[in-house]
Nanobody
Framework: VQLQASGGGLVQAGGSLRLSCATS????????VGWFRQVIGREREFVSA????????YYTDSVKGRFTISRDNAKNMVFLQMNSLKPEDTAVYFC????????????????????WGQGTQVTVSS
């Protein structure tokens, strides 16, 4: 299984980016897919997830109302639309996929996820 995140870049504060996550060997509609981000020297942080089964969606508080996760089952891709970007959103963004929505770890915990993409850099200038 491979995941590949793309769509990062440099944007001014208030701007938008759309991240994409593609996969080979995994069907996103049958699993839980999450977006995480990480700044050097800090732990990987949960951003958003769409859960296996009923497709419930969750966001971390700091991105609610600004970011939107979506899943295109026909294309087997997951997207993260990021609007009203802030400098504090600067990080490497990773997409991840899990076979389950719960395995002793919740959707916001990296340990739930079986597969990870390589990350895409998002830089928001002030």
């Amino acid at each position: 299984v491979q995941l590949q995140a793309s769509g990062g870049g440099l944007v001014q504060a208030g701007g938008s980016l759309r991240l994409s996550c593609a996969t080979s060997g995994f069907t996103f509609s049958s699993g839980t897919v999450g977006w995480f981000r990480q700044v050097i020297g800090r732990e990987r942080e949960f951003v958003s997830a769409v859960l296996r089964g009923d497709g419930r969606i969750y966001y971390t508080d700091s991105v609610k109302g600004r970011f939107t996760i979506s899943r295109d089952n026909a294309k087997n891709m997951v997207f993260l639309q990021m609007n009203s970007l802030k400098p504090e959103d600067t990080a490497v963004y990773f997409c991840a996929a899990a076979q389950e929505s719960w395995r002793g770890f919740a959707y916001y915990e990296p340990r739930l996820y079986d597969y990870w993409g390589q990350g895409t850099q998002v830089t928001v200038s002030s």
